[in-house]
């Protein structure tokens, strides 16, 4: 289960919150925010962290 660490797996969802408004899932892995590759789960916290709240993204994700 050490491949989890590598990939930005959503594994809870905030009910009201900006990822549930755009419709992320439990199990959802993040490939790309606001254009940037998301390679390991650091690289997802720092690029939310740097966007204003305010701001519309667009996120690539795969999903089983």
Do not use: M, N
């Amino acid at each position: 289960r050490a491949w989890r660490w590598l990939l930005a797996l959503v594994t809870e969802v905030v009910q009201g919150g900006p990822a549930a408004l755009a419709g992320l899932r439990s199990g959802d892995v993040v490939l790309e925010f606001d254009g940037k590759t998301i390679a390991r789960h650091l690289d997802l916290s720092f690029a939310a962290a740097r966007t204003p709240s305010d701001k519309t993204v667009v996120v690539k994700l795969w999903r089983d």
